[in-house]
């Protein structure tokens, strides 16, 4: 695993796109893409070079982490109508080959086992880009979640539900139930990226990366991935232990070895 700290969240999205654009030049065709915050710096990095440095994003396919049950992809809460905005209509990937799972559907733990299975039969996702919630959650997997868990359906904590409200009218709006990608879905990707900023995120941070691996903080699942790159500006790594460690591994890094 790779730790990198950086002055800014910024810093951290120019770090997550240099990623992304190296495995596209290297033949990687599928992306993971999360919503949420902490993504917002790498999406408007990937728009920037789409738009300035003519990236292109033609040959790609991209696969969401997760979508709330009850949702439709029109629905503005989705999150497949949250990336359309934030980043499918900005770069010219095929929207038609952007996947999420299928929030409205009538029966929501059998889209859950489809969209499982389409990741596996189109992956591995190149590189999976991450966020981390603050009681540790990737995807939408809470604490007790099954470090080898596939997609399903999951119910939100009160904490997750209250963080979220911030997207809805009302924080009685945000559903309860989700159809989340699980941690052994998401360890199957190449490479993970997670990406985090802020103080609020520090214990969070702390405990996936230096703490036990343990259901207890499903972030922590990436300690037994082969390619992880945490990407976290000051504030997050504040509670790091081994900070300084980080700090000299990133400027000493042996000059072959890219992310
Ligand atoms: C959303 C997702 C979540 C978020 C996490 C952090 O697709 O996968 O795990 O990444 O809740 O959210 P933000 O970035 O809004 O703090």
Do not use: W
């Amino acid at each position: 695993m790779e730790i990198v700290i950086v002055p800014t969240p910024k810093d951290g999205g120019r770090i997550a796109a240099d990623i992304v654009c190296g495995a596209m030049e290297n033949g990687a065709k599928m992306l993971g893409l999360a919503t949420g915050s902490s993504p917002l710096h790498t999406y408007q990095e990937l728009i920037r070079r789409h738009r300035e440095s003519g990236v292109s994003f033609a040959a790609m396919s991209a696969y969401l982490l997760d979508e709330y049950v009850s949702l439709t992809s029109d629905q503005p809460q989705s999150y497949a109508h949250t990336i359309r905005a934030e980043l499918v209509d900005h770069i010219d990937i095929d929207p038609a080959r952007v996947f999420s799972p299928d929030g409205g559907a009538e029966d929501p733990n059998e889209a859950a086992r489809r969209y499982d299975a389409t990741i596996a039969e189109n992956g591995p996702i190149d590189v999976q880009i991450l966020g981390i919630g603050l009681n540790g959650h990737i995807g939408f997997n809470e604490p007790s979640s099954s470090l080898a868990s596939r997609t399903r359906v999951k119910t939100l904590t009160g904490r997750t539900r209250a963080d979220n409200a911030r997207f809805f009218t009302e924080s009685a709006e945000v559903p309860h139930h989700v159809i989340t990608q699980g941690l052994g879905t998401i360890s199957d990707a190449r490479h993970l990226v997670l990406v985090a900023d802020g103080a609020r995120k520090a214990s969070a941070v702390r405990a996936a990366v230096e703490g036990p691996v343990s259901a207890f903080c499903p972030a922590s699942v990436l300690q037994l991935h082969p390619h992880v790159t945490v990407i976290v500006d000051e504030a997050a790594a504040d509670e790091l232990e081994l900070a300084e460690f980080y700090r000299y591994t990133t400027e000493h890094k042996p000059a072959s070895q890219g992310y």
